[in-house]
C-alpha cells in the first residue's frame, strides 16, 4: 500500500528508524505538559509514539526509565495511569524551550577574548567556547582586567581550527542531515491534505525531538562564528516555519479525540 503524504514524512524525518524512546517522550512531555497541573494519559502517549512507530513495550520501559531518573512521576486511575513532568522536568524542560523552539539566533554578537596566559581563568559557561586555556569566544558582557577584547563581527575572519572549537563536526553533519530531512519532507507537506490532530502532535514532537538533539548541543553564540557548514540557521528556520504552520493541540482536545477515536 501506498504510503500516505503524513507517513512519508515522518519516514523522511526518522529515517526509517524509530526515536530513542526515552528521549522521544523527553519531547512529548516538553511539548504538552509544561503547564503546572498538566497530565497525559498513557493511551494518548501511547497513540503518539504508535505515529512514530514507537511499539507499546518500548514505551513502557522508557516510561520506567523516566520515572527512575525522576523526570516525570504518575498517578492511578481505576486500570489507566496518566503521567506528568515533576519539579525538575519542568524545570529542565523549561530551561531548553527558549532555544528549541525560537525562531532567532542564539546570540547577536560574539567577542574574542584573551586572557593573561599566566593566570588562566576556566569555567563552563554557555554563552562562551574557550579555544585554548587563555582564549575564549564568548557573546556575555566581559568587564574583566587585564584582558584584551575584540568583537567578532559577521565579515571577520575565523580560520577554521577555532570555528571546529565552536561546534563539533558529529552535530555538524547532523544539522547538514536535518536540514536535508526537512529539505526533502516541504513538497510532501505542502502536497498534503490537512493533518488529523493526533498527526499535528506527532509531527510536532518529532521535529522539536530531531532539532533539539542538535541545538542544546550548541553554545549561545550568533550564527557567524559557527563552521561554514553549520547548518544550524536553515534548521531553525524550517522547524519554526513548520511550527508555525501547524499550532500545537491543546492537550484536553487531544486526551478527548483518542477518547472518541474508533480506531483504537
Known amino acids: 500500500m501506498k504510503p500516505t503524504p503524513f507517513q512519508t514524512v515522518i519516514n523522511h524525518l526518522t529515517r526509517d528508524q524509530i526515536p530513542r524512546v526515552w528521549s522521544f517522550l523527553i519531547s512529548v512531555f516538553g511539548e ?9 494519559s498513557g493511551n494518548l502517549l501511547r497513540h503518539i509514539s504508535e ?11 522508557a516510561i520506567h526509565r523516566l520515572r527512575k531518573d525522576g ?3 504518575s498517578e492511578r486511575h481505576g486500570r489507566t495511569s496518566t503521567y506528568f513532568l ?3 522536568g519542568r524545570s529542565l524542560s523549561a530551561s ?12 547577536e554578537t560574539a567577542c574574542f577574548a584573551m586572557f593573561n596566559p599566566g593566570q588562566p581563568i576556566h569555567h ?14 564568548t557573546s556575555a558582557n566581559l568587564d574583566a582586567a587585564q584582558t584584551f577584547v575584540c568583537a567578532i563581527h559577521e565579515d571577520t575572519f575565523m580560520p577554521e581550527w577555532m570555528t571546529t572549537k565552536i561546534c563539533d563536526e558529529k552535530i555538524v553533519e547532523m544539522s547538514a542531515l536535518f536540514a536535508a530531512q526537512l ?22 514532537v518529532l521535529l522539536i525531538h530531531n532539532w533539539r538533539r542538535i541545538v542544546l548541543k550548541t553554545p549561545l553564540l550568533p550564527d557567524h562564528v559557527f563552521p561554514s557548514h553549520w547548518q544550524g ?15 500545537r493541540p491543546k492537550l484536553d482536545e487531544l486526551e478527548a479525540f483518542i477518547a472518541t477515536d474508533p480506531v483504537q
Open 233 to 247: 540557521p536553515r534548521c531553525r528556520e524550517m522547524v519554526s516555519q513548520l511550527l508555525h504552520k501547524y499550532p
Open 124 to 137: 563552563d559557561d554557555p554563552l562562551a567556547v574557550w579555544v585554548s586555556s587563555n582564549v575564549l569566544i
Open 86 to 88: 515533576t519539579e525538575l
Open 71 to 73: 523526570w516525570i512521576d
Open 32 to 40: 504538552l505538559t509544561q503547564d503546572t497541573g498538566a497530565r497525559i
Open 183 to 204: 529539505a526533502d519532507i516541504k513538497p510532501h507537506i505542502d502536497g498534503a491534505p490537512d493533518l488529523g490532530i493526533l498527526e499535528v502532535a506527532a509531527l510536532r
Open 96 to 107: 531548553a524551550s527558549p532555544r528549541i523552539y525560537s525562531a532567532d539566533q542564539a546570540a
Open 51 to 61: 505515529q512514530v512507530g514507537i511499539k507499546p513495550e518500548a514505551m513502557r520501559v
